[in-house]
């Protein structure tokens, strides 16, 4: 079965730029997460969403928005970057109605500040 | 607030040495528990979890028991390999939180050389 797919994998932008980051969950499941993770950091939960509806929301900067479409794919929007930003951030997907309590984690998108 | 205390590495280890990984957390009630492998470039594989109190979790060799009475949950391998070189991340996901958001130590890098 296929798994959670993450693109861009590498992205580079400026500092002031946005950035688009998109994820398509595990077919079936219906949760959601966005996790960041710092050069030598462990991963930082950013916000997560169930059923399209936002669900819980952690350490995630105002400059940041997030969304689940109704094809359950979610992306994560990030206006004005700056250096700090520069992170591997993953999604991570889990069918929560099913009572698993497992996430599966993608491969993450590498986002490069400069 | 939860929280989880891993050992800090890195563990240099020679093959077919013996490993452990400490991790204690802090959580009310009784959150699940996990412990996720990274390998280098790589996303986060779940490599073993544990729901409940005196449960082990077993994979790939790797086992971890959830101690209750001690809030902890250490990996250990009887005889590492080369390739179980990456970093390990002990996890837990609260009880309390519906929407299960992973919290994260901040990881141990194990080296196994041949």
């Known amino acids: 079965a296929a798994g959670v797919i993450q693109s861009p994998r590498h992205l580079i932008k400026e500092k002031r730029e946005t950035a688009t980051l998109k994820c398509y969950p595990i077919?079936?499941?219906?949760?959601v997460y966005w996790y960041q993770q710092g050069p030598g950091q462990d991963p930082q939960f950013l916000i997560s969403?169930?059923?399209?509806?936002?669900?819980d929301k952690g350490s995630i900067p105002d400059r940041f928005s997030a969304q689940q479409f109704s094809d359950y794919h979610s992306e994560l929007n990030m206006s004005s970057l700056e250096l700090g930003d520069s992170a591997l951030y993953f999604c991570?997907?889990?069918?929560?109605?099913?009572?698993?309590?497992?996430?599966?984690f993608g491969p993450g998108t590498r986002l490069t500040v400069l | 607030g939860n929280s989880v205390t891993q050992m800090e590495g890195p563990v240099t280890l020679s093959e077919e040495a013996f490993l452990t990984i400490n991790c204690t957390y802090t959580a009310t009630g009784y959150p699940s528990l996990f412990w996720y492998v990274q390998y280098p470039g790589e996303g986060l594989q779940l490599l073993l979890k544990a729901t409940k109190a005196d449960d082990k979790g077993s994979n790939k060799g790797f086992e971890a028991t959830y101690r209750k009475e001690t809030t902890s949950f250490h990996l250990e391998k009887g005889s590492v390999q080369v390739s179980d070189s990456a970093v390990y991340f002990c996890a837990l996901s609260p009880s309390t939180d519906s929407w299960g958001k992973l919290q994260f130590g901040a990881g141990t890098q194990v080296v196994v050389t041949p």
């Open positions: 077919s079936r499941h219906d949760t």
């Open positions: 969403f169930y059923e399209k509806m936002q669900s």
């Open positions: 991570a997907s889990r069918r929560l109605g099913g009572g698993l309590d497992e996430q599966f």
